[in-house]
């Protein structure tokens, strides 16, 4: 098991911001997925293991940013814009090969952090 320790969560109103943070023992492709209460873990970001290829959800395009500094290995996820429906617990994943499963799929993800609530009020 590969610890992922994540950072950054709180609670914030509608219109601000949080910058939420990972760090991993080792280089990853690495994710962050979300989820609410009684829903699906749902997909929110993705990047490469050299830190390009950015992907994201539809529903947070334009206001998230997940970027990667490698000399750290650490893994950030700048959210701006907050909205209420934002509100859950986050999770950062990552992903030692590529297998093919999906980027946007939790299956294609090795090892999962503990977590961190992120709770945006209207």
């Known amino acids: 098991q590969v610890p992922l320790v994540e950072s950054g969560g709180g609670l914030v109103q509608a219109g601000g911001s949080l910058r939420l943070s990972c760090s991993t023992p080792?280089?990853?492709?690495m994710g962050w997925f979300r989820q609410s209460p009684g829903q699906e873990r749902e997909f929110v970001a993705t990047?490469?293991?050299?830190?390009?290829?950015?992907y994201y959800a539809d529903s947070v395009k334009g206001r998230f940013t997940i970027s990667k500094d490698n000399d750290k290995n650490t893994v950030y996820l700048q959210m701006n814009s907050l909205k209420p429906e934002d509100t859950a617990v986050y999770y950062c994943?990552?992903?030692?090969?590529?297998?093919?499963?999906?980027?946007?799929?939790?299956?294609?993800?090795?090892?999962w952090g503990q977590g961190t609530q992120v709770t945006v009020s209207s």
């Open positions: 080792g280089s990853y492709m």
């Open positions: 990047i490469s293991r050299s830190g390009g290829s950015p």
């Open positions: 994943a990552a992903d030692r090969q590529y297998t093919g499963r999906g980027l946007d799929k939790s299956s294609e993800y090795d090892y």
